[in-house]
């Protein structure tokens, strides 16, 4: 088994503008798993009612252990196919 390091020169400008790029597209990660927490949260939202969560006052009321089932459904579909956050454009 090998090994291979490499090494790039290039202009600071050129690095600065990689990183800049790096950033946004973890921030657009994080904020897609965010919309898909959200997301799913919502859906314990009691549509009997016919109130949406802003006519509450911005609240809702989920389970206590939302958190635990939202986090095993999200393993369950990262595994299934990694690429699921980066292909949608879902936006709050």
Do not use: Y
Not at 17 to 30: C, I, N, P, T
């Amino acid at each position: 088994m090998a090994a291979q390091i490499g090494v790039t020169l290039e202009p600071l400008a050129k690095a600065a503008q990689r990183e800049e790029l790096v950033a946004g597209s973890k921030e657009d990660f994080a904020k897609r798993v965010a919309v898909d927490l959200f997301r799913f949260m919502e859906s314990f939202h009691d549509t009997n009612t016919g109130a949406s969560v802003s006519q509450l006052g911005g609240s809702l009321v989920i389970p206590a252990d939302c958190l635990d089932k939202w986090f095993t459904k999200f393993q369950h579909k990262f595994r299934r196919d990694p690429e699921f956050l980066t292909r949608q454009t879902n936006t709050l």
